[in-house]
């Protein structure tokens, strides 16, 4: 009796362009940090004691997201565990050195709050855009994504006393507006 033929074609569930892109923890945690960086600038800008606390706290989350996205991914034949996530740990340990030195900066009047604020997103969009260079591609993307709303954040702090204004005035103009409504409609 003959063994059984066996594929050489992969199967496309697993492999190849066909596979199946799903939207995990790790995924998540990328969009959360996304989310929450540019709450950590107003954070600094506000406190920069708490600030401080938020972009330490923040540095953790995403070394465990990218050792988790890492953990995922085959090894090269000859990579050791160790030395995948010894990499990773001093990547990290890096973007932790730099926090602590742009708070030292701070803390002997060198920098502003605000300028703290964004150089803290700075610090960790490179780290994160390094991280997806090196480690994974996801992290390359919200790195570049970080950097990007950290220009945002710059231009809104630098034209809040032009764009606040005129906020107010739309919103002024829009309550007016509905209270002649309310006293021209019929009871």
Known sequence: MS??????????????PAQRWHFGVAEGLLVLIFLVSAIGVA???????????????LVPL???????????????IG????RLFGSELFHWAGLLAVLQLAFMLYNTNRINAPELGIF???????ATFLAGVHFDW??????????????????????IWFVMPIALIAVLVLLWIQRRRSRSAPA
């Open 43 to 57: 954070v600094t800008d506000i406190s920069p004691t708490w600030g401080h606390k938020f972009w330490l706290a």
């Open 3 to 16: 063994p059984e033929p066996t594929s050489t074609v992969p199967d496309p569930k697993t492999h190849g």
């Open 79 to 82: 990579e050791s565990w160790l």
């Open 120 to 126: 803290s997103l700075l610090s960790v969009a490179l």
């Open 138 to 159: 996801h992290f390359a993307v919200l790195g570049a994504l970080l950097g990007l709303s950290a220009l945002l954040v710059a231009w809104v702090e630098a034209s």
């Open 62 to 76: 995403l070394a465990l997201s990218s050792i988790h996205r890492r953990a995922q991914r085959p090894r090269k």
